[in-house]
Every structure is written in structure tokens, then in C-alpha cells.
């Protein structure tokens, strides 16, 4: 379900993007689960790995250059506020060349209304899809789940679900959306500025570049009152964005979707993910502190043929929804496995049912366990009918989470 749809483009041909940790699949866990965590239940006396202690900042086959500038200067800042941003014929593409310069008052009311999600492909058991490695294909070995649709989540968002918010960010397709949610920073604990997303809801891919403009918005339309219209209306209110909107100044996702990405259902979507460091556009305490709430990342979690009760949560916006409220899924998981074979060197990403779709892409996945709510995976392909699916959160999503992480001690 990375869902964000280009404008003009029929759900029939819009597909999702996804993120890659590596050129080559390194992660240690396969679809067989030989190495997965034992079942919640048995977790109890388990040292839950939440990336406190690991200062690993490698990503994808790269090091993040110490220093590197994430704001445009001088007369360059000028002409890229004055609408340089729209020039993407030089598409800064490589992990170094993030920028995103904070535009005061950019997200007027109209690109908030026209903002568009990119709709998921089509995924079905045993189709196959041909990318630059070759023609991957989708395996369900614990069969299908069922069906279920997608509910609305209580508001205010604010006391229900804090953490989660909208995304909002330029391409050269024009205005577009996702979803994600606020994640603790070991750097900084109980004053985490971290976001976590989708990894295709901040970069392109092969052949493109990071996306511009890039905005979190947590608790969007929080009394759940109003419909898109009416909340981009309203975009500045206190009931639109309770806490604000806030700027990423810098982002982190991995090194193969930064050279491979595509818009086919490959092997990509295996390490769909990124995580974003935002700040607020007047100064203040951190995005944790103001919202009271921030999710810890559980790397290495139970597989997917292991969970009875899975949460996964966001903002659709294709019909029948609009995007301007939070819906949720919860059950239990199964596996769906993306390789050239099967057992796939790919690690396997959950697959819950729901109806979520465009829009939803990078919304949390929820795990509970002994009273702590964790953050697991993250919205990213889906059948548009039936299921979505997400990541499996290992040693590649851990650096993804502290290159940025460690990049603003």
C-alpha cells in the first residue's frame, strides 16, 4: 500500500512505491522464519530491541557524510522559494543531497485540497512483475485473510491516536499524501522530533529523487468533523492541525531504493520505510513533547504467522474515502513473500485485512505487548480490495532509524 497517487492517473495503472534497504537481499531474516522472534506470548522475558544501544549509522551500502547542509543558502534559497522547487531537472537523488528548505506558508488551503495519494498495484498470490533484477513474484504460504473493512478511529485524534498524523509533500506530478507516525529518538529521549513513513513517500526511486516540501501534520483534522474540502479550508486552524505543521529537514531511507526503485511490486517493498526528522515552523518544544506521545520501534518482532492481533492505521484518500479522516485494521497477520523463488532470500512483510488504500501509505502497524504499544511495520502494498501489507522491521530498517537518529545528537 504505498499509496500515493499521481494526478490524472486512473487507479487501474497507479501502482506503489517502495523502499530498499540493500542492493541484494542481507537481511537476516528469511521467509522460512528460521532466526524470527518466538511468539508475543513467549516474548515476556525477551529484551525487546527498540535500537537503544546500537550506534550503527550505515544505510544501504552508505555512510551519511558528517556536516552535510540540509538547507539551501543565499541567493540558491531565494530563487527556490520564489518556485525553483519546481525544477526537477536535476532531481537530487543520493542519501547526501536531501534538501528541503521550510517555504513560509507554502501549504496554502488549495494545495492542501488538490494533494493527491498514489493508489497501491495490484498484488494477487503468484503474479509476477519484471524489474532490473528480474521478475519477482508474490507468495502467500499461510493462505489468504479475510477481508475486513477498514474503521474509523475515535476522535479527537489527539486523544486516541497522537502519534499519527498526514504527510504532505511536492513531486512532479504535483501535490501528494501519505501517512505517518511520530516514533521516539534515542538520541533524545521523551523529546523526539522523528517521524516514521513510507520509504516511497519521501524519494522516487531509480531514475528520480527526493520528493520536496515535505510537511507532517500530526492529528490532522482532529475532531473528525470536517471533509477534505472543508479541512484544507481550514488548514491553519487549531482544529486542521492542532500542533502545527512541521518541516523535515531531514530524511533517511535506504541505498537500493535510491538506485533501484521502481513502480513494479518487486522485491523493493520488502524494506519499504524511512524515517524523517522534522522541526515545528515557529521554534518550541520538540513533536513529542507537544503531542505527549511518541512510539518506541520494535526491530526483529514476532513474524507474521506468529500475531494474532495487528493494528495498522491512516488516512485513505480514494474512494470511498477522502483523506480527511483516520481509519484503522486490526487482526491477525499472515505472510505475503516477494522473490524469484520460494523460500525467497526476502524477509517476508506482514499482510493483515483491510480495506485502507491510497493515502494510507506509511501509516504505523501496532503490536502490543506487556502494556507497551510498538511501532512494527508500516502501510505498504495492498491487493485495493482485500489486504495490505508492511515491512518486516530488521537490522536494515534499525540503521535506516539511527542514521537519522544520530545525525542530530
Known amino acids: 500500500m504505498p499509496f500515493i497517487r499521481r494526478r490524472g492517473v486512473t ?26 522472534a518466538p511468539s508475543s506470548s513467549a516474548q ?30 543565499g541567493e540558491a534559497l531565494r530563487q527556490w522559494k520564489n518556485g525553483g522547487w519546481k525544477d526537477y531537472s536535476n532531481w537530487a537523488s543520493k542519501a547526501e543531497d536531501f534538501a528541503n528548505p521550510y517555504i513560509e506558508n ?34 502467500l504460504p499461510d493462505g489468504t485473510v479475510k477481508k475486513k473493512s477498514a474503521t474509523r478511529v475515535a476522535a479527537s485524534y489527539h486523544h486516541y491516536a497522537p502519534p499519527v ?56 483534522n482532529n475532531n473528525a468533523r470536517l471533509n477534505i474540502q ?57 513533536l513529542q513533547e507537544q503531542i505527549g506521545s511518541a512510539l518506541p520501534v520494535w526491530f526483529n518482532a514476532p513474524s507474521a504467522k506468529k500475531i494474532k492481533t495487528m493494528k495498522a492505521r491512516g488516512y485513505p484518500a480514494e474512494s470511498p474515502y477522502d483523506g480527511s479522516k483516520m481509519y484503522d485494521c486490526r487482526g491477525a497477520t499472515k505472510r505475503l513473500v516477494l522473490g524469484y523463488r520460494y523460500p525467497s532470500d526476502y524477509p517476508a512483510q506482514y499482510m493483515l485485512g483491510c480495506t485502507l488504500n491510497g493515502g494510507a501509505s506509511g501509516g504505523p502497524w501496532f503490536l502490543a505487548h506487556n502494556g507497551r504499544t510498538y511501532l512494527v511495520s508500516n502501510n505498504s502494498l495492498s491487493d485495493r480490495r482485500t489486504f495490505v ?15 537519522t537518529s544520530n545525525k542530530f545528537k
Open 11 to 36: 487507479a487501474a495503472t497507479a501502482v506503489i512505491a517502495a523502499v530498499l534497504v540493500t542492493a541484494t537481499a542481507c537481511d537476516s531474516e528469511k521467509t522460512d522464519d528460521a532466526k524470527a
Open 44 to 73: 515476556a522475558d525477551q529484551k525487546i530491541d527498540t535500537g537503544q544501544d546500537d550506534g550503527d549509522t550505515t544505510i544501504g551500502g552508505y555512510k551519511l557524510p558528517a556536516g552535510v547542509p540540509t538547507d539551501l543558502t
Open 106 to 139: 507554502f501549504w496554502t488551503p488549495e494545495k492542501m485540497a488538490e494533494a493527491k495519494a498514489n493508489a497501491p498495484a495490484v498484488v494477487e498470490a503468484g503474479s509476477a512483475s519484471s524489474g532490473s533484477s528480474g521478475t519477482t513474484k508474490t507468495y
Open 165 to 220: 498524523g498526514k504527510l504532505f509533500f511536492s513531486s512532479p506530478q504535483g501535490s501528494m499524501v501519505c501517512s505517518a507516525a511520530v516514533v521516539t529518538d534515542p538520541a533524545h529521549p521523551g523529546k523526539s522530533n522523528l517521524v516514521w513513513t513510507a520509504g516511497h513517500c519521501v524519494h522516487a526511486g531509480k531514475g528520480g529523487g527526493w520528493y520536496r516540501n515535505i510537511a507532517f501534520v500530526p492529528s490532522y
Open 230 to 286: 472543508q479541512a484544507s479550508q481550514n488548514a491553519r486552524s487549531k482544529s486542521v492541525s492542532p500542533y502545527g505543521i512541521w518541516w523535515s529537514d531531514w530524511a533517511t531511507t535506504s541505498g537500493a531504493w535510491i538506485k533501484g526503485g521502481a513502480h513494479q511490486a518487486t522485491t523493493a517493498y520488502a524494506y519499504d520505510y524511512a524515517v524523517l526528522h522534522v522541526k515545528p515552523e515557529k521554534g518550541g518544544k520538540s
Open 389 to 403: 501489507s508492511g515491512p518486516r522491521l530488521g537490522k536494515n530498517a534499525k540503521q535506516v532509524y539511527l542514521a
